[in-house]
């Protein structure tokens, strides 16, 4: 059974930092690329930052220089460091797990955490 636990999100002051974890079981975690994405109420889900297996990033240019995504395979953990939050950041921000299998992508999604900014 495929697992993916978000952890580390709250409530903090812009300008503030917060630091997102996600811990993955069920999955040969190191095979996948691992990604946050971010749903703010009345808006589309979009991704905020991912990770390839081999260590590439990409990210929104909305938090460019302000987030960092990393993983650490070893944990079976990818991690989202965030600072400088604006209150735009407010929203729930999800862990995703993809990676190709033939012709199809093979998608695991956490539960969400919720990251409130506060002006």
């Known amino acids: 059974q495929v697992q993916l636990v978000e952890s580390g999100g709250g409530l903090v002051q812009a300008g503030g930092s917060l630091r997102l974890s996600c811990a993955a079981s069920g999955i040969i975690f190191s095979s996948y690329t691992m990604g946050w994405y971010r749903q703010a109420p009345g808006n589309e889900r979009e991704l905020v930052a991912n990770i390839l297996s081999g260590g590439f990033t990409n990210y929104a240019n909305s938090v460019k220089g302000r987030l960092t995504i990393s993983r650490d395979n070893a944990k079976n953990t990818v991690y989202l460091q965030m600072s400088s939050l604006k209150a735009e950041d407010t929203a729930v921000y999800y862990c995703?797990?993809?990676?190709?299998?033939?012709?199809?992508?093979?998608?695991?999604w956490g539960q969400g955490t919720q990251v409130t900014v506060s002006s």
């Open positions: 995703n797990a993809n990676r190709l299998q033939g012709r199809r992508t093979i998608n695991y």
